[in-house]
């Protein structure tokens, strides 16, 4: 009789469980940036089994405020996309930009990572850090960038970058 009543509790636990189940609402995002990477000759670092690591050197760029219009930000020379080109043909872009704010002249570091076709475009998690009043609340804000290149151009690519509203 009590095995009976457990089973009978714990069937209704699960069925409630299941039946509770719901997808979480898609998140909604904002393009804040877009800009010009300018990109250097792109070398290989070294070839494994799985691909080969890539140096891409970024040389410049800008970013411009999309609600302003207004440029927001310069990319410094220095940066660099160290990503894998995998056998498959995936690309996993792994960058770090160096960006002087144009209104503070504050620095940001933003890291990039994700996945996408190399030359073509890709997708990224962006964490950005800066000490910028202005910019400053991006520092907690959940970001992705998209690269974008032109058909035949592997030295300019277009970031947009997005944050979650």
């Known amino acids: 009789m009590r095995t009976s009543t457990v089973v009978a ?6 069925a409630g469980a299941v039946q509770a189940v719901t997808p979480a609402v898609t998140p909604q995002f904002e ?10 000759d792109v ?9 080969s690591r890539l140096y891409a050197p970024i040389t410049g760029g800008n970013l411009t405020d999309l609600v302003s219009g207004q440029l927001a930000g310069t ?11 995998s ?14 704010w144009e209104v503070d002249q504050q620095l940001a570091y933003l890291r990039a990572a994700g996945v996408g076709k190399i030359f ?5 998690y962006v964490h950005l850090e800066t000490e910028s009043e202005t ?3 991006l520092n907690s804000r959940f970001l992705l960038g998209n690269v974008t290149f032109l058909e035949g151009d592997q030295s ?6 997005f944050g979650a509203v």
């Open 9 to 14: 509790s714990l069937a209704a636990f699960f």
């Open 120 to 124: 073509v475009s890709d997708l990224a």
């Open 156 to 161: 300019h690519a277009v970031l947009t970058i």
């Open 75 to 85: 990319v410094l020379a220095g940066s660099s996309d160290t990503g894998i080109i």
């Open 87 to 100: 056998q498959s043909g995936i690309f996993f872009p792994d960058a770090v930009l160096s960006v002087r």
């Open 43 to 51: 070398g290989t670092i070294n070839n494994t089994t799985f691909g």
């Open 31 to 40: 393009a804040l940036f877009v800009g010009v990477l300018e990109i250097g």
């Open 135 to 137: 910019y400053s609340a």
